[in-house]
């Protein structure tokens, strides 16, 4: 019976201690879970469907305040760009002008 026991023997499950190293064991967060890092600070996560809630969401964009800096460079590049693409197509400005 011994040597039988020894290959038909089915041992008993043992526990393992497995903790993920960044798993924050105060119910914070799902360790499984992958997320990105801003998606809390985006608008545009999980916005509603349809036509009557993007338009909403559209608005409240808008309506939210922006960084000032990015908004004068946006202007400056964009001014830049056009400016090179009037050059380019050899556009004469003196149309606007009466002489």
């Excluded at 985006?42 to 309506?63: C, E, F, H, M, Q």
Aim: net charge positive; proline share 4%.
């Amino acid at each position: 019976m011994g040597i039988l026991r020894k290959i038909t023997r089915i041992g008993k499950n043992r526990k393992f201690d497995y903790k993920p190293r960044f798993y924050d064991d105060k119910g914070k967060g799902n360790p499984f879970k992958i997320e990105p890092k801003f998606d809390k600070y985006r608008t545009t996560v999980n916005t509603p469907r349809g036509i009557k809630g993007k338009l909403n969401s559209a608005i409240d964009d808008i309506k939210r305040e922006g960084d000032r800096n990015l908004k004068i460079r946006m202007t400056v590049i964009i001014a830049v760009l056009v400016l090179i693409f009037l050059y380019i197509i050899d556009f004469d400005i003196s149309i606007f002008f009466n002489q």
